[in-house]
Nanobody
Framework: QVQLVESGGGLVQPGGSLRLSCAAS????????IGWFRQAPGKEREGVSC????????YYADSVKGRFTISLDNAKNTVYLQMNSLKPEDTAVYYC????????????????WGQGTQVTVSS
């Protein structure tokens, strides 16, 4: 059974950093892409970043380029999202999701989802 569990969210001041983790179980990441998505109140879920396990390719939404970094630890079957220089507009519930194949930032293409972790950026 595919399971994804996010952790690492919390409250941080503008300009601060957080590292989110997405622990995968029930499958091996080797043939999957893992995406990070976020959803703020009243807004649609949007793609933030993704990483392809097969070739390590990564993609980022324009809004987070240069501030967020996605990485993969195959030994731990875990994907991380390092978030630096956080802004109030980054406030949202962050989800990780898995799909067989290549990296996409389209939520509808993903099959399995975690439960989400809240990130709040506020002074």
């Amino acid at each position: 059974q595919v399971q994804l569990v996010e952790s690492g969210g919390g409250l941080v001041q503008p300009g601060g950093s957080l590292r989110l983790s997405c622990a995968a179980s029930g499958f091996i990441l080797d043939y999957y892409a893992i995406g990070w998505f976020r959803q703020a109140p009243g807004k649609e879920r949007e793609g933030v970043s993704c990483i392809s396990s097969s070739d390590g390719s990564t993609y980022y939404a324009d809004s987070v380029k240069g501030r967020f970094t996605i990485s993969l630890d195959n030994a731990k079957n875990t994907v991380y999202l390092q978030m630096n220089s956080l802004k109030p507009e980054d406030t949202a519930v962050y989800y990780c999701a898995a799909v067989v194949g290549g990296c996409l930032l389209l939520p509808n293409e993903y099959d399995s989802w975690g439960q989400g972790t809240q990130v709040t950026v506020s002074s």
